[in-house]
């Protein structure tokens, strides 16, 4: 079975910034798309980022998708960090059509 | 304007029955996959299963299969989650999600359930 991994938790400083990694377990991860979503606490998940790098409706430019194929990683950058980037992100992609999420980097801006 | 509204919070005692919906509205229901996420208390995002309306072809997780059904309405462009006898691990965050054809997702508010005796 497909697994995508994160790292459980990583933190940074207003205006500086962050990446955070999302590794899949097998193949290739750029054979399907990945997506991110923000949790903030206490609320629903939202898009970020769609097919790999674009940027969903309303998000600023601060967030940028991407694919590294030797690494077999896809990675969500973030400049510019403000407190209110506080949250926690999920990477998302595929094994076959079903669903695969990973599970989760909690991002404290400090 | 795409939007997924779920129906309200629920308390339960192990061994009920129970379903939960998801309304789809501003976006072709029958024609993309919505499917169910759970979501536990202090942990990560969990996929369900996943569900076609146009044809109610169904997809679950190996982890929920047997555990629950999914089904949908066209008529009311609805989907449902249910159990035919929670148990206390049950309680959670149930969130359902409409994936587009560019791999937009939409969220809905989400539906939280609590099994307790």
């Known amino acids: 079975n497909f697994m995508l991994t994160q790292p459980h938790s990583v933190s940074e400083s207003p205006g500086k910034t962050v990446t955070i990694s999302c590794t899949g377990s097998s193949g290739s991860i750029a054979s399907n798309y990945v997506q991110w979503f923000q949790q903030r606490p206490g609320s629903a998940p939202t898009t970020v980022i769609y097919e790999d790098n674009q940027r969903f409706s309303g998000v600023p430019d601060r967030f940028s998708g991407s694919i590294d194929s030797s690494s077999n990683s896809a990675s969500l950058t973030i400049s510019g960090l403000k407190t209110e980037d506080e949250a926690d992100y999920y990477c998302?992609?595929?094994?076959?059509?079903?669903?695969?999420f990973g599970g989760g980097t909690k991002l404290t801006v400090l | 304007e795409v939007q997924l509204v779920q129906s309200g919070g629920e308390v339960k005692k192990p061994g009920e029955s129970l379903k939960i919906s998801c309304k789809g509205s501003g976006y072709s229901f029958n024609t993309n996959w919505i499917g169910w996420v759970r979501q536990m208390p202090g942990k990560g995002l969990e996929w369900m299963g996943i569900?076609?309306?146009?044809?109610?072809?169904?997809r679950y997780s190996p982890s929920f299969q047997g555990q629950v059904t999914i089904s949908a309405d066209k008529s009311i462009t609805t989907a449902y989650l249910q159990w035919s006898s929670l148990k206390a691990s049950d309680t959670a965050i149930y969130y359902c999600?409409?994936?587009?054809?560019?791999?937009?997702?939409?969220w809905g508010q989400g539906t939280l359930v609590t099994v307790s005796s």
């Open positions: 998302q992609s595929y094994d076959s059509i079903n669903w695969v």
């Open positions: 999600a409409v994936e587009t054809s560019s791999r937009i997702f939409y």
């Open positions: 569900i076609y309306p146009g044809d109610s072809d169904t």
